[in-house]
């Protein structure tokens, strides 16, 4: 893997860029990826997309995807306190919960966290398959947001399940600013969105983002998959900058924070 951005120093041509030039160990991304110091909530999403702009293939990421990908991947969930994913993303790509990893262990109780992140499910209708071990047996209980009007069949199934259900809108939908907010206030203040692109839309649709790790698959897909965002769009686009810059076998793995 190598380091892209920032550039080498320009007093030691090639050195910066050469000692960077291998697999990086766990420590090293998670040095590399820590979430900011900041005061309040801290919300980053990490998505996949084809050099032709597809977020999926055959309505799954995974094809798109790359060991490194995946280590990166599995570093993101393994600094964040929450996982936020959506409904349709947890029934397409059949969500477990998130695992304890002893490479991150020293790490997470040093920052105050537990073993592994909780995993935030946003769905309006609760049409999910409350038997699947992502809520009958996770090792942090898994958070359902939703909105007051759910229905409340749907409620006692997932209360039934184990999961915990925690209301986020007024209506049948869920706000993103009061997810976040709702998260935080359980101490959920580094948080990790998954996708998928109506979820991500709806972050960015609402201004509540503030960070995205965009690795870009080299492969064309074609067809007519969604791209990473999609819904109702900002009035003005918002603009972020990128902070570094990582490569592994043509895989770009970019990071850009609010500006």
Do not use: K
Request: aromatic fraction near 6%; include cysteine.
């Amino acid at each position: 893997m190598r380091r892209l951005f920032p550039l080498p120093d320009p007093d030691d041509p090639g050195g910066a860029l050469a000692a960077a030039d291998r697999e990086w160990g766990l420590a090293e991304l998670a040095d590399a990826y820590a979430y900011p110091a900041a005061d309040g909530p801290w919300l980053r999403a990490n998505m996949v997309s084809s050099l032709d702009g597809a977020a999926q293939h055959d309505g799954r990421s995974q094809p798109l995807s790359s060991d490194a990908d995946m280590r990166i991947f599995g570093t993101l969930r393994a600094l964040a306190d929450a996982v936020v994913v959506g409904a349709e993303t947890v029934r397409q790509e059949a969500y477990r919960p998130a695992r304890a990893r002893d490479a991150f262990a020293e790490r997470r109780a040093a920052a105050g966290q537990g073993p592994a992140p909780a995993v935030a499910v946003v769905s309006a209708s609760l049409d999910l398959d409350f038997s699947l071990p992502l809520f009958t047996s996770p090792l942090v209980p898994t958070l359902v947001l939703t909105g007051a009007a759910a229905p409340p069949e749907r409620v006692a199934a997932a209360e039934e399940a184990g999961a915990e259900v925690i209301v986020a809108g007024d209506g049948t939908g869920v706000d993103p600013a009061r997810a976040v907010g709702a998260l935080a206030g359980r101490g959920l203040r580094r948080l990790l969105t998954e996708g998928g692109p109506r979820l991500l839309g709806q972050f960015v649709g609402s201004g509540v983002l503030d960070e995205l790790c965009l690795t870009v698959s080299p492969t064309l897909t074609s067809g007519t998959a969604q791209r990473i965002a999609y819904g109702s769009g900002r009035a003005v686009p918002e603009r972020f900058a990128l902070v570094s810059l990582l490569e592994e076998a043509g895989f770009l793995f970019t990071r850009y924070r609010r500006t």
